[in-house]
């Protein structure tokens, strides 16, 4: 579903990427001129990553003027070192020029390859980006590793265990309310239907979504705190269409509510879009199943106690292609917006001989 702009990366610039995640560089700046992805500059490690972070990497953040930037860790995956894509877009800079780089991540992703990529940040101002910045990030993000084949069969059989664990937990009665979810056991993939848990609303987040009903504010993200039981908070930063990439964690889940400003039939409109974003099987069995559990009772809540109006509800596994023209044909079908004129059928080709004089009645009985 993504939208690309045709701008790609400069033959230099890609043989640079290619001496870059061999680990000689700690530290790349790259901008679009002329149509392209160029390096912009770069620098080579000093101390430790963490050491180096601030100083290697707040002198590259130019006002009014977006780029993307690649950060180098000290840890390595089977790839090799892994990095830090980080996306500045600050909020003086021109509308036009945000749009263009929102739409270029994926390519450079690409370029650069995703399997180098450990983590993802998007940031207006440099507190969003400097290491405290970063720190609160991984700290909202933080999720189990992926798991192999063989963990995941195990985390089957744990939460096979969990269920007879939260039925006794509701026979002897929880302040948490009831759902209905379906989950798959084994490689035979039969659906069985268990009760599951709607976890309540903590007070920020009811706070929210009144201000997203007054529409004070219009984004909010949610996550679920497993051991609390409690739907909570993360942020309510605000949020332009073509920023909301941004704000899908590539390493966790989360519910999003976006209120998607567009024109449509020459009209400016609002809608509201909730968005569960659950990035595939990066996150643990036991967390896609409460996610999926509480998803409908959040919903109906939102609706019903907050009389928000959902117009568009979508499931994402991330945010790329994430974009205006994506959320506009989900807001408006095209079967919707496009009604096929009537054309009266031809009749039957060939000659159809001459035309017959029929009777009828007139008022009074007689032939007419």
């Not at 790259?30 to 392209?36: L, P, R």
């Not at 840890?75 to 780089?101: C, H, L, T």
């Amino acid at each position: 579903m993504s939208h690309q702009t045709g701008i790609n990366a400069t033959p230099e610039l890609k043989q640079f990427l290619a001496q870059a995640r061999r680990g000689s560089i700690r530290i790349m700046k790259i901008i679009i001129s002329n149509e392209a992805l160029v390096l912009d500059s770069f620098r080579e490690p000093v101390q430790s990553w963490d050491k180096d972070y601030d100083q290697f990497l707040l002198p590259l953040l130019t006002p009014q003027e977006p780029c993307y930037i690649l950060y180098r860790l000290d840890s390595q995956n089977a790839q090799g070192y892994e990095w830090i894509f980080i996306a500045w877009s600050p909020d003086q800079s021109p509308v036009r020029q945000k749009m263009m780089y929102a739409a270029t991540r994926a390519t450079l992703k690409k370029e650069f390859g995703g399997g180098h990529i450990k983590d993802e940040m998007f940031g207006t101002v440099e507190d969003d980006l400097c290491f405290q910045g970063f720190m609160r990030h991984r700290s909202s993000c933080s999720s189990p590793a992926p798991l192999t084949a063989a963990e995941q069969e195990l985390q089957r059989i744990k939460v096979t265990e969990d269920k007879v664990v939260w039925d006794e937990r509701r026979r002897i009665g929880t302040p948490t309310a009831r759902a209905r979810v379906t989950m798959e056991f084994g490689l035979d993939k039969r659906a069985q239907t268990l009760q599951g848990l709607a976890f309540p609303l903590q007070e920020d987040a009811k706070r929210a979504l009144q201000q997203l009903k007054q529409r004070r504010i219009n984004y909010i993200q949610l996550r679920l705190d497993v051991e609390k039981e409690t739907i909570e908070l993360v942020h309510t930063k605000p949020t332009e269409t073509h920023e909301l990439p941004f704000r899908i964690p590539t390493d966790s889940p989360r519910y999003h509510f976006f209120v998607f400003k567009h024109s449509h039939q020459g009209q400016l409109q609002e809608a509201l879009v909730f968005i569960y974003s659950m990035p595939g099987y990066t996150c643990s069995i036991k967390e896609r199943m409460l996610y999926s559990s509480c998803k409908n009772r959040l919903l109906d809540e939102v609706e019903r106690d907050y009389q928000l109006e959902v117009t568009k509800k979508m499931e994402i596994d991330s945010g790329d292609g994430l974009t205006e023209d994506f959320l506009y044909e989900e807001v408006h079908p095209m079967e919707h917006t496009l009604k096929q004129a009537f054309t009266k059928p031809r009749g039957p080709g060939g000659k159809r001989g001459n035309k017959r004089l029929i009777k009828g009645t007139g008022e009074n009985g007689e032939e007419n």
